[in-house]
Every structure is written in structure tokens, then in C-alpha cells.
């Protein structure tokens, strides 16, 4: 019997933002001048600091393994700076750290959803979230939400997606891919609902250090007396200190679901990088100035990204609270031809503006809401510039 491909993996979408990354990679590889506004990553590059601190951990012969879920020490520092952030306790063993954010949310998955179980997922998403879900057996169950309500879910809509074989809310403030973000009332009425239903919740909040403008961040497992028990909160270190290649997330669970999920990643990959933990110790303990450094930057181009949106006929934009992304509407320009190339969806418009004008996007039909284009901000403002300038002009 020859191989075959196995069927739960047959129905798996691959990852538009990396297919789009390697399409601008492609042609970059030919000669051609492409803006990258696809991938969501700091285009800075990881403090000195931080950096030295691998090298040194090099040195000091820090090359083996390490407990699978990661360095007591890192786990440590996590926690430490939860309860000084947030005054959230936690035990070093309800600590898991993990081959970055991504490989946290599927331990949560794998070892808190059954086949058949539902997990509610506000559109637009982050499009690993529906196929990590998937891939645990459990149904993701998609709820629209409006750029009218600056893409966020309203306690109507949440109560409206479950149903008796809900387990868990999959929550993301601020958000990929639009920067929205949650208030504190906002999160609070969710939490009441989560309460009242006896729903889990996975709060991913990976942008919590990238916020802008008068807004606050509040972390979910605060807004409630017992909340801190059924929520798994993710984060890590690749947004916030430009770390998307030392592959450094984490996961606070439940004292019961964390020696589970270490179990699991025990069995599937062991510990995470040895040298990129010691990395993030010195990420977390060390001079944070380097973060406050980039968000002043981001703010800057956020600001600059809202304006140029606003300026160019037919489109626009929800508020940006936090993260580094701009997800803009783009209806009004479908429809039409492009240089007599006929573009109907925000795919087909996203692969034209990159074959005819050189600007990589992410369409939003990968996110889960047709009709919209993501772009990162996390690139220069000179990128930037030339990048709008190329999309004011296919638009008109």
C-alpha cells in the first residue's frame, strides 16, 4: 500500500500569511522591488542585551536539554512578572514554555477539547486559531463580527454562538489581524457570560505590551473572581522584544492542565531551545526600555497607516488599539478590472496588487472576513510610504 496523505490533515488550510511571505520572497528572488506588508513581524532586530545573554549562555556550555517545559528560571520570570503586572499568582508548575505562541495554543487545544466540542472564535482571526482547533477534533464556530463595533464581539452575539456543545471562547487583545482592542468593561460583560455558561476560555494576549494611545490593557483572568481557573492565557516573547525566530512562547493554565500540556510537549518536540530561554530571561528581567523604544515607533507608524487609509478613496479602517496591524475594507474597489485583469474578492485583489504594483497584503477572506486586506505595520516608514503610494495608485 502506497502512502497517503491522512484525512484530518487533507483538510487543513495552510497558513495564508507565510504562503503570501514566500510569493513576495519569490519575486524578490527575481530582481523585483516588493514592499513585504505580510509577515507580522518587528522589523527590528533583537536587543543587544538580549542577544549577549544567548551568546553568553553559548559560552557557557547552556547546549543541552532542558526540562521539557522549559527552565525553571524562565517560568520564574513569567510568573514574577504577572504578579507584578497584573497581581495574578501563579505556581511555576501551572507555567509552561513553548516552541513559540503557536505551539502553546495547541498544547491548550490537545488537551482541553474533546471531538466534537465547540470553541467560539470571533472573525476576523488569526488563521492558525480555526485549524489548530480543528486539528484537536474540536469545531471551530466562526461569529462575524462588524467593523461597526471595531471587529470586537458583543455579549449578544457570544450568547447567541452557544449552544450545549460549547467549551471554550479562543479571545485575542489586541487583535491579529485588526488591532482592535477590548476594554475592560468590554472583556468583563464576555466574562460574565463565560461564568454563567461554565465555558473555558484561551486568551491569547501575545500584543499586550503594544498598545497605544489612551487605551489599557487588562489581562482576562483578572476581570473575575474565578476566572484565573478556567482560562489559558498565552503569550511570549516575539512581538514584544523582536523575537519571532527564537521561537519563545508560554502557556498559564490550571495547575492540572499544565502538567498535562507539559506531558504532551514532552512527547512531541521536549524543551524548547535551550540558548532562546536563556534569551528570554534576559528579555523579561532585563532593561525594558528597548520596548518602549519600538511601540513609540509603532504608535508612529500606526498613525501614519490610519491617515494614509483615510485618504484614499473607498477605503477604510476600524480603530487601532494595539498590535501592528491595519485590516482595511476594500468593497468598494471589488467588482472591477485591475490594468483588465477582473478582480471579484479580496484574494484575487491582494495577488493583483502584488503582481501588478509589488505590495504583499494578506487577504481577509484568510482571516475569516471576505471583502477586507491585512497589511503590518511592523516595517519602515519609508516601506510604508512607497507601499501606499503603490496602492493609492492601483486602486485609482
Not at 338 to 343: A, L, M, S
Amino acid at each position: 500500500m502506497s502512502l497517503t496523505v491522512s484525512q484530518i490533515v487533507q483538510k487543513m488550510q495552510p497558513s495564508a500569511t507565510l504562503a503570501m511571505a514566500a510569493k513576495a520572497k519569490e519575486l524578490k528572488a527575481k530582481g523585483e522591488a516588493v514592499v513585504d506588508l505580510s509577515l507580522g513581524e518587528p522589523d527590528f532586530t533583537t536587543p543587544e542585551h538580549i542577544c549577549q545573554a544567548a551568546m553568553d549562555a553559548i559560552k557557557a556550555g547552556y547546549t543541552h536539554y532542558t526540562v521539557a517545559s522549559g527552565l525553571p528560571a524562565l517560568k520564574q520570570a513569567v510568573v514574577d512578572e504577572y504578579q507584578r503586572r497584573f497581581g495574578l499568582t501563579y505556581q511555576t508548575t501551572q507555567c509552561v514554555i513553548s516552541n513559540g505562541a503557536k505551539h502553546a495554543l495547541h498544547n491548550a487545544f490537545f488537551c482541553t477539547l474533546n471531538p466534537g466540542d465547540e470553541v467560539i472564535i470571533p472573525a476576523p482571526y488569526w488563521v492558525s486559531y480555526a485549524e489548530l482547533v480543528k486539528l484537536s477534533g474540536a469545531k471551530p464556530v466562526i461569529v462575524q463580527t462588524l467593523e461597526s463595533d471595531n471587529f470586537k464581539l458583543t455579549p449578544e452575539a457570544f450568547r447567541a454562538a452557544i449552544t450545549p456543545e460549547t467549551r471554550m471562547l479562543l479571545l485575542c487583545s489586541p487583535s491579529n489581524p485588526t488591532g482592535s482592542m477590548y476594554s475592560g468593561e468590554e472583556l468583563a460583560a464576555l466574562a460574565d457570560i463565560v461564568i454563567e455558561k461554565d465555558l473555558n476560555v484561551v486568551a491569547d494576549e501575545i500584543y499586550d505590551r503594544l498598545i497605544y494611545g489612551d487605551n489599557k490593557f487588562v489581562s482576562f483572568p483578572t476581570l473575575r473572581e474565578g476566572l484565573q481557573d478556567r482560562t489559558i492565557v498565552i503569550n511570549g516573547v516575539s512581538k514584544t522584544y523582536a523575537m519571532t525566530g527564537w521561537r519563545i512562547g508560554w502557556a498559564l493554565a490550571p495547575e492540572g492542565i499544565a502538567k498535562k500540556m507539559a506531558s504532551l510537549q514532552s512527547q512531541e518536540t521536549s524543551n524548547p531551545c535551550s540558548i532562546s530561554q536563556y534569551a528570554a530571561i534576559a528579555a523579561i528581567t532585563g532593561d525594558q526600555s528597548c520596548v518602549d523604544t519600538m511601540r513609540a515607533e509603532f504608535a508612529k507608524r500606526r498613525d501614519y497607516v490610519a491617515k494614509r487609509i483615510a485618504e484614499i478613496p473607498g477605503l477604510s479602517c476600524a480603530v487601532m488599539g494595539g498590535a501592528f496591524y491595519a485590516f482595511f475594507n476594500i468593497q468598494k474597489h471589488l467588482g472591477r478590472e485591475y490594468n483588465g485583469v477582473q478582480v471579484n474578492n479580496s484574494e484575487e485583489w491582494c495577488l493583483q496588487l502584488l503582481a501588478q504594483k509589488k505590495v504583499a497584503t494578506v487577504m481577509g477572506s484568510a482571516f475569516g472576513t471576505e471583502g477586507y486586506v491585512r497589511i503590518s505595520f511592523a516595517a519602515s516608514m519609508d516601506n510604508l510610504k512607497e507601499a501606499f503610494d503603490r496602492i493609492a495608485d492601483f486602486v485609482s
